[in-house]
């Protein structure tokens, strides 16, 4: 993230800080959370549902998981579910699991540091102010927030979780926390001073504590009073610190809110590295962009009630009203009346207006490329469809045209009389209608002659058998057709039929096939069929 | 006249006749002219006959009936040659029947084909 900065240019980074500012003062939605999110189906998103579970784990609804993956995960498992309804039913919601725009608005008002909250005015509906006291929500709540404001006495170990004892009477750290955080409220004036701590009072939460708590630019006001800041600096150093983290973290710096402060690596100065804390950081880079209202470069780095009160400026800001594109307006005027930032910032819109020039010539390119592969696919497909469909076409219509050939040459048979075979008419072959033959052959021919004729007439034989069993299938097929057009149950008719008929089909082929093959095996001539014969 | 109407007429009268089946082979020389066209075997016998030089003798003759009886007659000189032949031919002839009377069978069967 610093790396980052350190590489962007100056105006650039300030009007990227100004949109994070913009952001902070809630001009413009937020990215990271749900709220203002475009998507109509907000409570399904998954920014929605890591937000929620965040909160479900602050509240100690939730465990953290293994490598803190419950606040990166979206997923609506039975644990997440589980607590959902637990939180809504100590809410007072009807627990039904299902967290919707009610849950989620009870949800922030316990948790944000966003706005100040008139706790008589909450969401939680039927509770008076002692059911507030009583809440366990609440009771989590205030955990929370004086967890985040620093009122425990160390960060670590006393994090909210799932096993964490809300009551105040079993609970030393949080009892203790809390009467840390009236005695700092009365410092502030924020609360009325009292004698000292009742004992009854130790143990019990108090509606005017609460609302204090949640008054939280309060804190902002009392702190930006120089008096009251230098009272509680010493004492309540942690919790003053935490507060400005709080704030700091709102307007959009990196000040990790409700955690230790760590460092970061800056430069690097003769062999080591110079580290600097993320609160001192937060801070500079708060200074930086509001250079104008502080003159002494200590105050820059760290906590002070001059902090504070430029924080109480932005708080009751009148020009916090401005409009954000005023806002725009003013910080691009200023980067473009700097002739070397101005360029600069030509150099950067040339580099993204070519990077995305060039990207679109390649995905136009790639696009191209893709369509004509396409094309060429697609015609080779179906070039080689309708080869295989004329192909499949040409025997078709062959083994048509070979059935009408057999069927006729049947019938020629049949209806022929007489047969001659060798040259000179030396073996006729004589037949009558009921099939009785009588044959007269010349003396003179020899054995093969007659083995020949004889093969002949043979082969004729064959074909009228043939054309008869293909002309009864081909009278099944279509009585079959038949059947179908007078059935009660056409489409059942029409299966069966389908059936018989492929069927048909595939025994005339077969009749074909076997025809050839003697054909084939006689060395006859396709046309030997129908001029000898006739 | 269609021909599929005459071909089944014929095979009408055919079925008549169905029931036996006679096969008879002769022996001797007849000159046919390849141009004349010749409608059954009794007028090439008759042609035969006119031609005072040939001899037309009756080598062998079989009649079988539906019921399965056959009748056979063979000329003592016949060849081996022509007792094949005319066994071949008897074969041919009864596969022929055969096929036409099944045919005729589907035909009864599956009437709406035609």
């Known amino acids: 993230m610093a790396r980052g900065e350190d590489l962007l240019p100056p105006n650039l980074g300030a009007l990227g800080d100004s949109l994070d500012l913009a952001v902070a003062k809630r001009h413009l939605p937020n990215p990271a959370l749900v709220d203002g999110s475009p998507n109509q189906h907000i409570y399904d998103s998954k920014a929605y549902l890591k937000a929620l579970r965040s909160r479900l784990i602050d509240l100690g609804y939730l465990s953290e998981g293994f490598g803190k993956r419950n606040r990166r995960r979206f997923r609506v498992e039975r644990a997440f579910v589980r607590a959902i309804k637990t939180f809504q039913q100590e809410a007072g919601l009807l627990p039904d699991g299902w967290a919707g725009p009610r849950t989620w608005q009870v949800m922030n008002c316990l948790v944000s540091f966003e706005n100040d909250q008139e706790a008589t005015n909450w969401a939680l509906e039927h509770l008076d102010k002692a059911d507030i006291c009583e809440n366990p929500a609440v009771h989590r709540a205030i955990y929370l927030r004086l967890y985040a404001m620093g009122f425990f006495q160390t960060w670590v170990g006393k994090k909210i979780h799932t096993k964490t004892d809300f009551d105040l009477k079993k609970n030393a750290d949080y009892r203790e926390a809390l009467q840390q955080f009236k005695a700092f409220c009365i410092k502030l004036k924020l609360l009325p001073s009292v004698p000292e701590v009742n004992r009854v009072e130790a143990y019990s939460f108090e509606f005017t504590l609460i609302n204090c708590l949640y008054k939280y630019d309060a804190f902002i006001d009392a702190l930006a009073r120089p008096e009251l800041f230098t009272i509680c600096k010493t004492k309540y150093r942690r919790q003053i610190e935490a507060i400005a983290r709080i704030e700091l973290w709102l307007q959009g710096y990196r000040s990790n809110p409700g955690a230790d402060t760590f460092y970061i690596k800056v430069r690097r100065e003769r062999g080591r590295s110079i580290k600097q804390s993320s609160m001192a950081r937060a801070i500079a880079d708060y200074w930086r962009d509001y250079s104008d209202r502080v003159e002494h470069a200590m105050e820059k780095q760290t906590v002070s009630a001059q902090l504070f009160q430029s924080f109480a400026f932005d708080v009751h800001d009148p020009t916090d009203d401005k409009d954000l594109a005023s806002n725009i307006d003013d910080d691009l005027r200023n980067i473009l009346a700097d002739k070397k930032t101005k360029k600069t910032l030509e150099k950067q819109f040339d580099a993204i207006s070519n990077g995305i020039w060039d990207g679109v010539k390649r995905v136009t390119r790639w696009l191209l490329r893709m369509i004509k592969r396409v094309i060429d696919y697609s015609v080779d497909f179906i070039a080689n469809i309708a080869r295989f469909i004329s192909k499949k076409a040409r025997k078709f219509f062959s083994y048509i045209a070979q059935t009408v050939n057999i069927v006729h040459s049947g019938f020629t048979y049949f209806k022929n009389a007489v047969f001659t075979s060798v040259s000179g008419n030396r073996m006729i072959i004589g037949k009558d209608g009921d099939f009785d033959h009588r044959v007269l052959i010349d003396p003179s021919l020899t054995p093969d002659q007659i083995n020949s004729a004889l093969s002949d007439y043979g082969f004729h034989t064959r074909v009228y058998c043939a054309a008869t069993r293909i002309l009864s299938r081909l009278i099944r097929m279509f009585s079959e057709v038949v059947r179908t057009i007078v059935s009660p149950l056409p489409w059942l008719s029409s299966l069966v039929a389908l059936v018989r008929f492929a069927k048909n089909a595939y025994l005339i082929k077969n009749e074909i096939d076997v025809l050839n093959n003697i054909r084939a095996v006689q060395s006859a001539q396709s046309a030997m069929l129908r001029p000898q014969v006739a | ?114």
């Open chain 2, 1 to 114: 006249m269609s021909v599929f109407r005459k071909v089944f007429e014929d095979m009408g009268n055919a079925i008549s006749d169905l029931s036996t089946l006679e096969v008879t082979m002769f022996e001797g020389s007849v000159d046919i002219n390849a141009e004349s066209k010749l409608d059954n075997i009794a007028e090439v016998l008759e042609a035969a006959k006119g031609n005072a030089d040939v001899k037309c003798k009756l080598v062998a003759s079989t009649k079988s009936f539906i019921d399965g009886d056959i009748v056979a007659f063979y000329d003592h000189e016949i060849d081996e040659v022509q007792r094949n032949a005319h066994a071949e031919l008897v074969d041919m002839a009864t596969e022929s029947r055969q096929a036409t009377i099944d045919m005729i069978k589907d035909i009864l069967d599956n009437p709406g084909g035609i």
